[in-house]
Each structure stands twice: as structure tokens, then as C-alpha cells.
């Protein structure tokens, strides 16, 4: 059988800069926050309501101007929606496994958790929640509207 690929490699290579993209952000939130904020580095707060990851305006024009960018190389629309979906989902798995192992190193939760049969589940919860902070509304809806943007500009550059 004859398949024919989704993405080519030019394609998959704008995916994973998209992902890497995406990842570091995420990362570079987490580790702003826990900088900046006295209170969850002393007492060693995992996740808190009161003090979230929060995407700052750098974050937003770096993550506008790449999706604007990677947008309008790739080769069509379906590749395009197709890359977004892995870009984000590959981003949070990614982001995931660094504030997992940020909480559980780093915040030293490994000692109270590692004494129950299935204590990094709660440490995954919070690593879990921590991601979802950053990701939405943040990076969903910059990347929609950096893709919506990207796909104008491409038909007004194709289109003359």
C-alpha cells in the first residue's frame, strides 16, 4: 500500500521547533514563578490557588511571533492543524515531566510521598494542575490566534 505521509520533513522539523518552543516557555513560567515568589520557595508550595504560573507579555509576543512565523512555512492546512494538536500535547507531556520532577527533586516532595504505595500520583496531580495554569487560556489562545494570524499573512503573501 501506497500511504502517503502527513507530514513531510520539513513539516515535522516546524512541529518539533513549535514544541521545543512551547516547552520552554512553560518551563521558564514554572521556574519565574517559583523566583519570584518568596512564600512558595520558603514553605515549599507544590501548587497553590493564590499564586499561579502566569504567562507574561515576553511569553506571549515570542509565542505570537513563532506561531506567526511556523505558521506560514508550513505546506498546507491540514499539517498545520495536525501540528498544532502534537505541538501542544508533546509541550504538555514535556512540561509535565519537568514540574513532576521539579516538585519531586527540587521542592524535595520525594520524602513524604516515596512512603505511600502510589504517592507520586498526588505530586503528578499537582505537576498536572501547575501545567494547566500555563497552558490555558495562555498558550491555546495565542497559538489559535497566532495560527489564524499566520494563515492571513500567508494568503496575502501567496495571493500577490
Not at 53 to 65: F, K, T
Amino acid at each position: 500500500m501506497n500511504k502517503k505521509n502527513l507530514l513531510s520533513k520539513k513539516d515535522t522539523l516546524l512541529v518539533l521547533i513549535w514544541t521545543v518552543i512551547l516547552t520552554l516557555v512553560i518551563i521558564r513560567v514554572h521556574w519565574i514563578l517559583y523566583q519570584k515568589s518568596e512564600r512558595l520557595r520558603h514553605y515549599r508550595i507544590a501548587f497553590s490557588i493564590y499564586e499561579v504560573p502566569h504567562v507574561g507579555v515576553l511569553d506571549i509576543v515570542v509565542l505570537l511571533l513563532s506561531t506567526i512565523l511556523i505558521v506560514m512555512v508550513f505546506s498546507d492546512i491540514k499539517p498545520i492543524f495536525y501540528g498544532f494538536l502534537a505541538a501542544h500535547i508533546s509541550a504538555f507531556c514535556l512540561g509535565l515531566i519537568y514540574v513532576f520532577l521539579f516538585i519531586w527533586y527540587g521542592l524535595d516532595y520525594r520524602v513524604l510521598y516515596s512512603l505511600s504505595p502510589y504517592g507520586w500520583e498526588y505530586v503528578m496531580l499537582m505537576a498536572i494542575y501547575n501545567i494547566l495554569f500555563i497552558m490555558f487560556p495562555w498558550l491555546i489562545a495565542v497559538g489559535i490566534l497566532g495560527a489564524i494570524a499566520g494563515l492571513i499573512l500567508r494568503g496575502f503573501l501567496l495571493s500577490t
